[in-house]
């Protein structure tokens, strides 16, 4: 069985600094993109931060220059460095991976998503 876990969410105050990381395990064969997602209540799911297997990423408009995505692809992990954090950055955060799985092919995964909040 496949599993993105996540690990690292939290409350901090506005100006503060989360690191956030996951991790794939299971018969992984390949992993191409990888990224995190956010969905704050009331709001549809937003790509926050993607970088691909050789490591191009790309960011939303409203974490540039505040964080940072990063990955070790032999240890199938990601992770997400969140500096300058804001009280519009509270929402659950969600891991996300294309991946080739053996028996399975090429798939899209989900983390069980990891809750951040920034708040006074």
């Known amino acids: 069985q496949v599993q993105l876990v996540e690990s690292g969410g939290g409350s901090v105050q506005p100006g503060g600094s989360l690191s956030l990381s996951c991790a794939a395990s299971g018969s992984i064969l390949t992993i191409y993109a990888m990224g995190w997602y956010r969905q704050a209540p009331g709001k549809q799911r937003e790509l926050v931060a993607g970088i691909s297997r050789g490591g191009t990423t790309n960011y939303a408009d409203s974490v540039k220059g505040r964080f940072t995505i990063s990955r070790d692809n032999a240890k199938n992990t990601v992770y997400l460095q969140m500096n300058s954090l804001k009280p519009e950055d509270t929402a659950v955060y969600y891991c996300?991976?294309?991946?080739?799985?053996?028996?399975?092919?090429?798939?899209?995964?989900w983390g069980q998503g990891t809750q951040v909040t920034v708040s006074s």
């Open positions: 996300n991976a294309a991946m080739v799985v053996l028996a399975s092919g090429l798939n899209d995964y």
